[in-house]
């Protein structure tokens, strides 16, 4: 395989959540699961909606439509669990659908206009237009981060 | 030879021989006649010298042959065990042990033993100074006093002791065939032609059998009766060719008599037997013995297996345990009789790999406990002091991760209990102490966590010294000093930079050793702290979390959801009547045994969603802090079951009153309840 020097291109899961669509490089994504039961943890934030068994370890999984504050919706066929891992946690993200895993130029990713909201802001890393699709990049740091809210 | 795949097994079962080595030498030390012991730990070095010389690491092999002759020597008879032996051979195994470890780190095992080496060989020679062992040697030298090599039992000692009667004289021949001989078996043959043209040989050491199956070492042991002096003895043999050294010690068999403590009742009975017969006969019984001991050595055989693979293990297995739950569903779907019953068989099965895998996981503590007698024992005599090592609870069992993290931290808080904690012996006396100073390492399960407390009698910590020097070193302020309780003081001699110790020693005490201790504890989850009294001593108490290993709950229901209460804070179960509930200051209580006890809606607790109407009767399950009480009230007990207690990751720390969770039988994640945050 040749090896690209000049890695412009970052890979990213493209996942959809209330009808956009959000981008994570994928290099901190685990594996993509479905919907599956979970516990719910007493005294937590509330987009924490529990814990899962995933093969034998426990994950904290995340609601990211109450994260992001967007109207929670009930969880279907599609919905899926995109487990990720930055330093030493891992976290699952419940998403409406997992779409995709493409290559994003990264000389194309924009700075977020700073007039679309303000607290969601803070949870975007850029934006990336590609084609007709706009694709959210995410600031993961960000997300996992609980208690500086 | 491609080495590399003999290195695993050659350094793990190095490690072991070197702690059996360890360990007997110990016992050796309070039961220093106990034959059994010194064979064992002759084997051990035996074999070390073996495998190292074999796997091409020169040091080693020349350092474990010398250990293997001073024992050999301790073995026969010929020095006296005593505590400056001990401490040479501890200082070979010392080497032994870095040897091996360097080896482990991939380097190639050399170190400079020559001081070790040397001080074996002036054992060897005899020229360690030992009082004891002089006035014998000088015994043998001049009075001829025989110093016997080997056991006899009865029977042999009364051929013996015929053959003396008849004026023959009874002789040990000890022989040395030179270490680069090929065909030692031949020379063995030669050897006992000449020595049975002389006289006749009543026994041998090893036997007649491994001799000829060269199941020896360099050296056997032979004992003859004979007309022929010493002299002609050893120049008859001498003639044999590759022979190195033969030495002949003459067998006084009134000293044999003492010495045999062994009476076989049924060898009593032949008693005008010819010498060949009981040669035939001793070699049937020494054969034996050995057979037993080869036993013995097996039965403590292990693998060590990488806890990687067992983490990995445990979750395929778990996952296993999932898939059983949903075929088990199926069957009961499709009421399929052959199925349901094939799925039962599975069940009972991996119910039995579930036990197994568990219990892989956890290691006695006794794996991290067994170096520290030696370690205590060195130190002490280093330091001039006298301290007994008392080890409680080395069965309680830890999660091997945790193992292999607590290891220094207890070596340092052991460390500075023999440096800082016991007094030496004229203070202690001084005191009205006994002079023997006694460091106790306990172990032991109590709720969620294993506690490991390390107690000194010693001279405790001066509440004053602590003060002062924490002042000095900035670490509290004037005011702060005299506000603190005695038990803040004390812990303060674990915050970084600090040591009270007026000298500066090397086994303890740079000031970066106790605060690196804490740090430790704590990122093991665990928290340390010290209690103390002047003049009456120290205790270092360390909490431990279980993390990973298996606790035994009781699983509850709360509305729908489970969870499960650690057993050790369980007292009991009850059931009340609603109208039995009282109220005290709002809080609603119980009365349990006589007791008040307050009790706590789980469902309220942990805002469980409420989808079951209670009854009047509520279900409570009495738990325990200390001495305090509170019940637990929930809508159902499910039952007992033992479970693998998990984190809930590094993302959710703190969760209120949870300690972690477990994974059910069917998949599904429960919590478990910290009982001790419930309690205040």
Known sequence: MPVQTEAKEQKVVVFSLNQKEYALDVQHVVSIEKMQHFTRVPHVPNYIKGVINLRGVIIPIIDLRTRFQVEAAEYNQNTRIIIVSMADKEVGLIVDEANDVMNIDLDTIESQPDVIGTERQNYIAGVVKIQDRLLILLKLEKILNFQED | ?680
């Open chain 2, 1 to 680: 030879m491609e080495m590399s795949q003999y290195l695993e097994v050659f350094i793990e079962e190095s490690r072991e021989h070197i702690q059996s080595c360890n360990e007997n030498l110990l016992k050796l030390e309070n039961d220093p006649d106990n034959l059994e012991l010194i064979n064992e730990v002759f084997r051990s070095a035996h074999t070390l010298k073996g495998m190292s010389a074999t796997m091409g690491f020169e040091d080693m092999a020349n350092l474990t042959h010398q250990m293997e002759n001073v024992l050999d020597g301790v073995r026969n008879g010929k020095y006296k065990f005593s505590s400056e032996l001990l401490d040479i051979i501890f200082m070979a195994i010392d080497h032994l042990e870095s040897m091996v470890n360097s080896i482990a780190a991939g380097g190639e095992g050399k170190e400079d033993v020559s001081d070790a080496i040397n001080k074996l060989k002036m054992i060897e020679s005899g020229k360690i100074v030992n009082q004891s062992d002089t006035t014998q040697t000088a015994e043998i030298d001049q009075a001829n006093i025989s110093k016997t090599n080997l056991n006899y039992d009865q029977f042999e000692i009364t051929v013996l002791e015929q053959a003396n009667e008849q004026g023959y004289k009874v002789y040990e021949v000890s022989i040395f065939i030179r270490p680069d001989c090929l065909l030692k078996a031949a020379r063995v043959y030669m050897v006992f032609d000449v020595l049975e043209k002389i006289g006749d040989i009543i026994k041998s050491v090893p036997s007649v059998e491994q001799l000829e199956e060269e199941q020896f070492d360099n050296e056997f042991v032979v004992t003859i009766v004979t007309h022929d002096s010493m002299e002609d003895i050893e120049k008859k043999v001498m003639k044999v060719s590759e022979i190195e050294k033969v030495t002949v010690v003459p067998l006084k068999i009134s000293d044999l008599k003492k010495m045999n403590n062994e009476d076989s009742p049924d060898e009593n009975i032949e008693k005008n037997v010819s010498p060949h017969v009981v040669e035939q006969k001793k070699k049937e019984a020494s054969s034996a013995r050995d057979t037993t001991d080869k036993k013995i050595t097996l039965s403590n055989k292990t693998i060590r297996v990488n806890i990687e693979r067992l983490d990995a293990l445990m979750n395929l297995f778990e996952e296993l345990v999932i898939d059983r739950g949903r075929l088990d569903q199926i069957a009961k779907e499709l009421n399929h009789q052959e199925l349901s019953e094939t799925v039962e068989k599975m069940s009972r099965v991996t119910n039995d790999l579930q036990s197994v895998v568990l219990t892989m996981r956890m290691v006695p503590v006794e794996a991290v406990f067994n170096r520290f007698p030696k370690m205590v024992r060195s130190l002490s005599r280093e330091l001039g002091k006298k301290i007994h090592l008392q080890i409680i609870g080395q069965e309680t069992e830890l999660d091997r991760t945790v193992i292999d993290e607590i290891g220094d931290p207890l070596v340092h808080l052991l460390r500075n209990s023999v440096d800082h904690g016991i007094e030496m012996p004229e203070e202690r006396l001084r005191k009205g102490k006994p002079e023997e100073g006694t460091i106790q390492l306990k172990a032991y399960h109590s709720g969620n966590h294993v506690f490991i407390e390390i107690t000194d009698d010693g001279a405790g910590i001066n509440r004053e010294k602590v003060a002062r020097k924490a002042v000095e070193k900035g670490i509290i302020t004037e005011e702060q000093m005299n506000q603190l309780t005695d038990k803040e003081i004390f812990n303060l001699i674990l915050t970084s930079g600090f040591s009270t110790a007026d000298k500066i020693s090397d086994i303890s005490g740079r000031g970066v050793g106790l605060d690196v201790v804490k740090n430790t504890i704590e990122s093991l989850g665990g928290t340390i702290s010290v209690h103390s009294e002047e003049n009456v001593g120290t205790t270092f108490l360390i909490q431990l979390p279980l993390t990973l290993s298996i606790i035994s709950v009781m699983l509850v229901e709360v509305q729908k959801e489970k969870y499960a209460i650690p057993l050790t804070s369980i007292i009991e179960t009850a059931i009340f009547k609603k109208s039995e509930i009282y109220y005290a200051h709002e809080q609603p209580v119980i009365d349990f045994r006589g007791k008040v006890v307050p009790i706590l809606s789980l469902q309220e607790i942990f805002q469980v969603p409420k989808v079951i109407e209670g009854n009047d009767y509520i279900s409570t399950v009495i738990i325990r802090k200390g001495d305090k009480l509170a019940g637990l009230v929930v809508d159902s007990f499910i039952g007992q079951e033992e479970i693998v207690l998990k984190s809930l990751g590094n993302y959710l720390t703190n969760v209120f009153a949870i300690s972690g969770a477990t994974i059910l039988g069917d998949g599904q994640v429960a919590l478990i309840i910290d009982c001790n945050a419930l309690i205040k």
